[in-house]
């Protein structure tokens, strides 16, 4: 009888050394919280990463959008410039023509009235 009561005795040691050695493993339910607390706040953190990198993105686009516009500006203001330019040498040949002209007309005029 002893034999058999020491055989329940093991049984009873070993399923308690079994299940003390399957709890162990099992979190707590405070560490399961921290857990999810930390993971939650790692989710919001790469939310708020996520808006910041859209937000930097927006704002590329943007400047590059303004850059585009602002090369296009100076080009055209070159452009401009060149007309200008040679408006300004046109109009400079036009008032040479004109003295030219004014100094005939005088000298025509001189004659006339010389005689």
Do not use: N, P, W, Y
Not at 69 to 89: D, G, L, T
């Amino acid at each position: 009888m002893q034999t058999g009561s020491h055989e329940v005795r093991i049984m009873f040691f070993s399923v308690l050394f079994l299940l003390g050695i399957a709890l162990s493993g099992c979190a707590t339910t405070t560490q399961i919280q921290t857990l999810e607390e930390r993971s939650q706040r790692a989710l919001e953190k790469a939310e708020e990463a996520l808006q910041e990198c859209q937000s930097a993105r927006e704002a590329v686009e943007d400047s590059s959008r303004h850059s585009a516009e602002a090369a296009a500006s100076a080009q055209s203001a070159e452009a401009a410039a060149a007309r200008a330019e040679k408006a300004a040498k046109a109009a400079e040949r036009s008032a040479k023509r004109a003295e030219e002209m004014a100094k005939k007309c005088a000298e025509i005029f001189d004659r006339l009235t010389a005689k």
